[in-house]
């Protein structure tokens, strides 16, 4: 259940990353910044859900990693978003504080599978 649940979690981040893209200001800057974002936001459910199909728990580790640097980077477009002045820390708030914790999560996972090994 608890893969479900995050694999259904990452999917709509990816969803509210997408919402959020298509809100973003036309200048150049915001939609080079955005369009950076919508890549490594939707990636998160696309790496998840191939993690998910992990056949060993080599391979999972491996692909939740990508998961988490999926994850970091796109922390880091938002605070680039935020520090550039294009969107509003409080406009970010919520999608930022789901991707800290979506990016907990996974790390967790990965140190629980590393200690099984």
């Not at 709509?12 to 936001?41: D, H, N, W």
């Amino acid at each position: 259940m608890k893969n479900q649940e995050l694999r259904n979690r990452t999917k709509s981040f990816a969803l509210r990353v997408i919402k959020m893209y298509c809100a973003l200001p036309k200048s150049t800057e915001a939609q080079v910044l955005g369009k950076q974002v919508l890549r490594s936001g939707t990636s998160v459910a696309a790496n998840y859900r191939e993690a998910s199909r992990a056949r060993s728990d080599v391979e999972l580790i491996a692909k939740l990693g990508i998961v988490e640097q999926e994850l970091d980077e796109t922390l880091l477009w938002f605070e680039l978003l935020v520090e550039s002045k294009i969107l509003s820390s409080a406009k970010m708030t919520k999608i930022h504080q789901e991707a800290e914790e979506l990016l907990s999560m996974v790390v967790a996972a990965i140190k629980r599978l590393k200690g099984k090994q």
